[in-house]
């Protein structure tokens, strides 16, 4: 496969892309993530779309590639968390997921460089948590593995002690679902193989 373009600077889609052998250069875009009122999913779906649409203006130059852009946000009960400002907003994200489930969505776009088209789909995971003690978040924020995380943690790291199962793609919750990355690149014509 050619070399696709990242549109993120996500260390862990940049090592999920690495282990599945793919090609590729992450170019981060420039576009400035906001939320608005519509329905987390379709939200998640806009900001990857406009990821790569806005690194498309950026770099008209990569028009050719293939661009890959993602977005991952934690849908509590209709509520977004996206990645905590601070650690205050970290904290009030985790005691607020304590003893419940939430969803966690990835929107993913693929821009087809030979067809000049674009491709949008989102990945949904329900993460259940354990019921968390003052203590346990105090110490889970002094780890720092909340910054840059949707929703305050990362399941790949410390968070995992707090996850009493999860329904759906694992590799989702890490903000790359790879089955249906692996799809969207087959329906494309782009081939791993």
């Known amino acids: 496969m050619e070399t696709m373009i990242l549109a993120s600077s996500s260390p862990r889609r940049s090592q999920l892309l690495a282990t599945l052998g793919i090609p590729f250069t992450a170019v981060p875009s ?7 009122s519509s329905p ?3 939200q998640v779906e806009r900001l990857a779309e ?9 770099r008209p130059d990569l028009s050719g590639r293939a661009i890959l852009g993602a977005d ?13 400002a601070d650690r205050r907003e970290a904290g009030r994200y985790l005691e607020a997921m304590s003893g419940t489930s939430h969803r966690v969505l990835t929107g993913i776009s693929l821009w087809n460089g030979r067809q000049k088209s674009i491709i949008t789909r ?10 968390l ?9 002094d780890t720092g593995e909340w910054e840059g995380a949707a929703g305050g943690y990362r399941i790949q790291g410390k968070g995992s002690l707090f996850v009493e199962r999860i329904e759906g793609c694992f590799f989702n919750v890490m903000g790359l679902p790879i089955h249906l990355f692996y799809g969207m690149l087959q329906s494309q014509g782009y081939s791993l193989l």
């Open 122 to 131: 989102t990945e949904s995971t329900i993460i259940h948590v354990t019921t």
């Open 30 to 36: 420039g576009y400035e993530e906001e939320f608005d």
């Open 72 to 84: 991952t946000c934690i849908d509590l009960n209709g509520r977004i968390l996206g990645k905590p």
């Open 133 to 141: 003690s003052a203590a346990e978040i105090e110490w889970y924020l």
């Open 50 to 58: 406009m990821k790569v649409r806005s690194l498309l203006q950026e």
């Open 40 to 42: 987390p999913i379709r």
